[in-house]
T-cell receptor, first 113, second 113 residues
Framework: DVKVTQSSRYLVKRTGEKVFLECVQD?????MFWYRQDPGLGLRLIYF???????EKGDIPEGYSVSREKKERFSLILESASTNQTSMYLC????????????FGPGTRLTVL | DQQVKQNSPSLSVQEGRISILNCDYT??????FLWYKKYPAEGPTFLIS?????DKNEDGRFTVFLNKSAKHLSLHIVPSQPGDSAVYFC????????????FGTGTQLKVEL
């Protein structure tokens, strides 16, 4: 079974703090994604990566950055957290060209006070 | 610009009856569609998919129908069970889109006893 893990289930941070969200997948997948889920807005893509050290902006990259130094790990960074970044953050991975199916982690509920 | 829309935020159905969840899209380049199911505090899990070369795909109690001319797809669950109560997201992608998925806003399905 594909397993995607996220470093924290719940996180509370203060405005202006730098926040790191970590995601690890164990299936040697090429692609990794970061989404945020908000009521009434569905899942929106923040950033994705096709390979180590490669990254591409999704639909809502403002205020975020990412890092992929190893194939299995994809980090989302909030350089200076703001209250409008309070959300559920979901990481996903997919094997690449053979399928569009993405496998999701359990999510991190981030609250910025 | 919401390219994938789920116009019903919620749906309530009695156990044993049919649940029909709808999804509309605007981008005619989309050629692959997926449905995901999400329980609270868990990541979305893949349910069923359909390629644009088909108009129907069936997997057990779940059937997805695609009407390309109307840019509409629907998910039928028959018979509905209480364990089907969850949020359902439709998602779309296109060849050359780099495995990116565009998600709808979700429909909360409640199956009542």
């Amino acid at each position: 079974d594909v397993k995607v893990t996220q470093s924290s289930r719940y996180l509370v941070k203060r405005t202006g703090e730098k926040v790191f969200l970590e995601c690890v997948q164990d299936m040697d997948h090429e692609n990794m994604f970061w989404y945020r889920q908000d009521p009434g807005l569905g899942l929106r893509l923040i950033y994705f990566s096709y390979d180590v050290k490669m990254k591409e902006k999704g639909d809502i990259p403002e205020g975020y950055s990412v890092s992929r130094e190893k194939k299995e790990r994809f980090s989302l960074i909030l350089e200076s957290a703001s209250t409008n970044q309070t959300s559920m953050y979901l990481c996903a991975s997919s094997p690449g060209s053979l399928t569009w199916e993405q496998f999701f982690g359990p999510g991190t509920r981030l609250t910025v006070l | 610009d919401q390219q994938v829309k789920q116009n019903s935020p919620s749906l309530s159905v009695q156990e044993g009856r049919i649940s029909i969840l709808n999804c509309d899209y605007t981008n005619s380049m989309f050629d692959y569609f997926l449905w995901y199911k999400k329980y609270p505090a868990e990541g979305p899990t893949f349910l069923i998919s359909i390629s644009s070369i088909k108009d129907k795909n069936e997997d057990g109690r779940f059937t997805v129908f695609l009407n390309k001319s109307a840019k509409h797809l629907s998910l039928h669950i028959v018979p509905s069970q209480p364990g089907d109560s969850a949020v359902y997201f439709c998602a779309a992608s296109y060849s050359g889109g780099g495995n990116k998925l565009t998600f709808g806003t979700g429909t909360q399905l409640k199956v009542e006893l």
